[in-house]
């Protein structure tokens, strides 16, 4: 990312919208704000393939595995606003498995890019599967999105959830209830 561009875009504006970005409390603004995209949009600089290279492993397991309450932020590509919530990775392996902190670390790697959630959805699920080869895998992200809360239809309590299920999750409906069921599970 370009800093100056970026620093100078804000500094813009904030003349754009009626305020002077010399008073006190905003002249540091444009080099914070700056400081924050380049922190929250991280993304971009990051491969699912690089990210997961070193964390494969030859294990003889073929049960579900289930990574649930995944924690995370993003931007809102159209409104360049927040969303976040929680996201829900489980796949059934067909020769490997990952390392426990690579599914978080793959849904931030998309979660961190200008984004709509739906795309994000497929993203992480698309890459996992890359990168698993599994029987099967399935994805569940709950988004609260503040594009929704604070303009436009302003519901404060709606969520969106997307999900993108691949292989046994797509094709075996016990497979995909397992899913369902054990996100029921007690926190």
Do not use: W
Not at 54 to 68: R, W
Not at 151 to 163: M, P
């Amino acid at each position: 990312m370009n800093h100056d561009d970026l620093e100078q875009a804000i500094h813009t504006l904030l003349q754009a919208i009626g305020e002077n970005p010399h008073r006190p409390g905003l002249r540091r603004t444009p080099t914070r704000v700056a400081q924050m995209f380049t922190e929250i949009l991280d993304g971009y600089d990051l491969d699912a393939a690089e990210l997961t290279a070193e964390s494969l492993f030859d294990v003889a397991y073929d049960e579900m595995i289930l990574v649930k309450d995944i924690q995370f932020f993003s931007m809102c590509e159209h409104h360049l606003l927040p969303f976040f919530g929680r996201a829900h990775v489980a796949y059934v392996p067909q020769d490997k498995i990952i390392g426990l902190s690579k599914i978080p670390r793959t849904v931030d790697m998309f979660a961190h890019r200008l984004q709509v959630q739906e795309r994000m959805t497929q993203q992480i699920a698309y890459a996992l599967a890359d990168v698993l080869s599994p029987q099967g895998l399935g994805v569940i992200v709950e988004g609260t999105h503040l594009c929704a809360m604070m303009r436009g239809v302003k519901k404060e309590q709606a969520r969106l959830v997307t999900s993108a299920m691949l292989g046994s999750f797509k094709s075996n409906p016990a497979t995909r209830q397992e899913f369902l069921d054990l996100l029921k599970l007690p926190q």
